[in-house]
């Protein structure tokens, strides 16, 4: 005769409802680990040229850039150089000199800009180098027009002093200051040419370089050689 367990059903529904308590937290878990990403591969160029990898930051490439791929080789990030204090202000002063390059050629283009909506073709800066020059050209025949003048003046101070036979101290002291500020007007008016003369160098200077920078601006149609401009 058979002996019943009557525990034994109560027994398999403890077991039962212990499996299925525990279900979802294994879920669960499956699932994150399936979502989780792998880990990351580690790549850069050290200075000696080589190509190294390794499964986390590269100690040989503090001082510059690695990347960190993912299993399928795509690039997942970019690992910025560690920099010492005084990389950091190196690359702070490369920064600077830089923008300050930046804003010059920026200015320079600003400026050609400017220069071509004044001079759109090479005659019309042949034209205003010549008008520049002419004002100087006034201003020098001007002077010789006084140099003159003041040389007239010297030869009448001259005859007068004949009648002292050239001796200046013997001539009245109206005359000795005739001699002396017409001396000296003549000065001033030769160093004034002198001057003007360096001026014009000036100008023609500038246009030059005015010149040199619109030509290829200008093209080929508005390019051509212009009158040679008077020095």
Known sequence: MRTRDHGKPARLLAAASLLLAGLPLY???HAQGKDAPA???YTCTDARGRTLTADRPIADCNDREQRELSPSGLTRRKIEPTYS????????DRAREAAVQAAKATDERRRERALLVRYPSAASHQRERNEALSQVDAVIQAAQKRIAELSEDRKKIDEELE???KDTSKAPGAMRRKLEDNTQSLAVQNRFIAEQEEEKKRVNARFDEERARLKPLWGPASGGAAAAAPR
């Open 163 to 165: 009648f002292y036979k």
């Open 27 to 29: 879920l669960a878990a």
């Open 85 to 92: 204090a005084r990389e950091m202000a190196e690359r702070e």
């Open 39 to 41: 880990g990351g591969i």
